[in-house]
């Protein structure tokens, strides 16, 4: 009995093997990675003790460079750094704009206070958003007063950016936010380009999608329904339908549980319509969203994987990329990086 239970045991574990291991599989030929700049090119801050009500701009690093987050300079510069998608946060405001602003209320970075999303956008137009931003505990604001009317709608990001490409980033749990995004993409066929995805909150985002034509996008439910379909039944090669046509956003300590890692899994998803996103290492309790910000997170990139490349530190990504080895592990001549156009709107 003993041996029929080692044969039988040896015998799935190469029938999983053989399934499921990218010895004989590679990447799409000639495909670079696509780097995805969260925020644009913004200030970095200490990421410590962070929770979802800490004030950040209230912790930054001391400044490196002129950009804030968020606003059309820092749009432009992360594109010129070579991202192919740029992540941006929305609020719709009373008077039926798209505030591109990250924090819930106004009081973090502004000297203004209330609500985002309950303030006019003729309001928001006046306010500094470089007014909170502190290095030194509050001792000086390098800043302060530079942020006035910086706060753009998102059509004058898109219209400030024709070629660029946007994820999308719904702040409120309001279905109303994604039907008002989908008519604006269904009205301006330039604007339905521009706009990659859409992730964030599950009532937008849901809505956004089942309105517009061919937009991918996921919520904090639907990654975690398409993770753990995918834990329970990728071994066999099935790809499960939370996983098909959107976006797959994938922790980089834990993507070596994914059946398949990296060639095969990569190339399962794009046969199944979806996209996959390689954030930060992810531990317990973190809040925001890391990225690969670094040398070491660098490292643990797949050589040669063509998808897209959460980063927080888009002036930084091909230095990184370049010092980690990534490049020239993936064939790159001279070890210098080669990254990814903007993709292009699906249309189902």
């Not at 800043?143 to 070629?163: N, V, W, Y």
């Not at 040398?295 to 002036?315: D, L, S």
């Amino acid at each position: 009995m003993i041996r029929i239970a080692l044969i039988a045991s040896t015998v799935v574990f190469a029938l999983l093997w053989g399934v499921n291991t990218s010895l004989f599989s590679r990447f799409p030929e000639g495909e670079a990675p696509h780097l995805l700049a969260h925020r644009g090119q913004h200030q970095m801050f200490d990421r410590e003790g962070l929770t979802a009500e800490t004030c950040t701009a209230g912790r930054i690093r001391p400044p490196e460079h002129a950009f804030l987050e968020n606003t059309v300079p820092s749009m432009r510069a992360a594109f010129d750094a070579g991202a192919a998608v740029v992540e941006l946060d929305v609020h719709l405001t009373p008077d039926g704009a798209f505030a591109v602003f990250h924090d819930w209320t106004l009081d973090c970075r502004t000297e203004a206070n209330g609500v985002t999303e309950e303030t006019p956008m003729t309001r928001l137009k006046q306010v500094d958003i470089g007014y909170g931003y502190t290095a030194d505990g509050g001792k000086t604001f390098p800043f302060r007063g530079q942020g006035i009317g910086m706060m753009p709608t998102l059509t004058e990001a898109l219209d400030a950016l024709p070629e660029g490409r946007f994820l999308v980033n719904f702040k409120s749990r309001r279905a109303e936010e994604g039907d008002a995004l989908a008519r604006l993409l269904t009205s301006h066929p330039a604007y339905r380009k521009a706009v990659f995805a859409v992730y964030g909150g599950g009532e937008p985002t849901e809505a956004a999608i089942a309105a517009t034509p061919g937009l991918k996008g996921y919520t904090a439910r639907s990654a975690k329904d398409c993770l753990l379909g995918y834990f329970a039944l990728g071994w066999s090669g099935y790809v499960p339908e939370a996983c098909r046509n959107t976006l797959m956003p994938v922790p980089v300590n834990y993507a070596f549980l994914l059946w398949g890692w990296p060639e095969k899994f990569y190339n399962r998803m794009q046969a199944a319509g979806s996209d996959v996103i390689l954030l930060g290492a992810y531990e317990k309790g973190d809040t925001g969203s890391a990225g690969i910000d670094d040398v070491a997170t660098w490292r643990m990139v797949p050589a040669g994987f063509p998808g897209f490349i959460w980063t927080n530190r888009i002036e930084k990504a091909r230095t990184y990329a370049e010092e980690s080895g990534f490049c020239a592990k993936s064939g790159a001549a001279g070890g210098e990086c080669r990254f990814g156009a903007p993709p292009s709107p699906t249309v189902r």
